[in-house]
């Protein structure tokens, strides 16, 4: 493959993003919890062999660990179902981004005097007056 080819090809990272983000899509479109034959038959157009539910049930059990799905009962009977945090919510009109303050002084103009810190505890600093003997901590 040239590199040409290799930069026009999509990253197998990028597809499953799709495909897993299909898959959750495809959930919460349904409203209801399925089994792995009915989001297989669903989603894909190719028969479904051994193989191909045991990575599309890999891929599941992906996305449930994620907290991007549901699942409910266990073994054959298991199904799964769109987490309910994956539900969109209704989008916000009113935020603002945040943006920060302008500079509230100019050092090079004036005089600028920082405000004095905070009133410290007698014998507070006076660990600098001890000259360090060079041990490890």
Known sequence: MSAAETAAAPSERATNLRANTAIVALLADAGRPMSIAEVHAT??????????????RKRLMYLTYE?????????????????????PAA??????????????????????????????????LDYQRIQSVGYRC
């Open 43 to 56: 989603w894909s157009a190719e028969p479904a062999t051994p193989e191909r539910l045991l990575a599309m």
């Open 67 to 87: 907290n991007r799905l549901q699942t409910h009962g266990t073994g054959d009977s298991r199904t799964w179902s769109a987490s309910r945090r994956n539900v």
């Open 91 to 124: 989008p916000e009109t009113d935020v603002q981004p945040r943006v920060a303050e302008p500079r509230s002084i100019n050092v090079l103009l004036g005089d600028y005097k920082p405000l004095p810190g905070p009133v410290l505890r007698p014998g507070a």
